[in-house]
Nanobody
Framework: VQLQASGGGLVQPGGSLRLSCVAS????????MGWYRQAPGKQREMVAS???????HYADSVKARVTISRDNAKNTVYLQMSSLKPEDTAVYYCNADLTYRDSHDTTIAQKHNWGQGTLVTVSS
C-alpha cells in the first residue's frame, strides 16, 4: 500500500497549483486524509485535513487560499492552492488513515500513513 503525491512544481507568486495524492494497494477503507508541508529548516506542519464525509480543517496560515477535497471512489485527496507566496515553498506530503490487506491477507488499520512528498517552489 502506498500514497503517491503529485502536482508540485515551480510557480510564480500569486499563481495556483493543484496537488493530488492517491492511495493504492489492497485498500479496504480510507479514513481522514490530509496535507502537510515542510519548508527547509522548519518542522513539518499541517496544511489541511478532510474526513471521509468531507469535513475540512485548515491551518490559519492558508485558510483563505487553499481548498482540500477528496474523491472517495478514487481514494484520492486534492489540495487546490491559489495566491501562492514564496513562504509556501515546501515539500508537501499527503497523509491518510488506511485500512488494507497485507501480503498475508491480514487486515491492517493504520493511521497516519505518509506519501513521499512533492516539492512546491514559489518564486519569480
Amino acid at each position: 500500500v502506498q500514497l503517491q503525491a503529485s502536482g508540485g512544481g515551480l510557480v510564480q507568486p500569486g499563481g495556483s497549483l493543484r496537488l493530488s495524492c492517491v492511495a493504492s494497494g489492497r485498500i479496504l477503507n480510507v479514513g481522514d486524509m490530509g496535507w502537510y508541508r515542510q519548508a527547509p529548516g522548519k518542522q513539518r506542519e499541517m496544511v489541511a485535513s478532510i474526513t471521509w464525509g468531507g469535513r475540512a480543517h485548515y491551518a490559519d496560515s492558508v485558510k483563505a487560499r487553499v481548498t482540500i477535497s477528496r474523491d472517495n471512489a478514487k481514494n484520492t485527496v486534492y489540495l487546490q492552492m491559489s495566491s501562492l507566496k514564496p513562504e509556501d515553498t515546501a515539500v508537501y506530503y499527503c497523509n491518510a488513515d488506511l485500512t488494507y490487506r497485507d501480503s498475508h491477507d491480514t487486515t491492517i488499520a493504520q493511521k497516519h500513513n505518509w506519501g513521499q512528498g512533492t516539492l512546491v517552489t514559489v518564486s519569480s
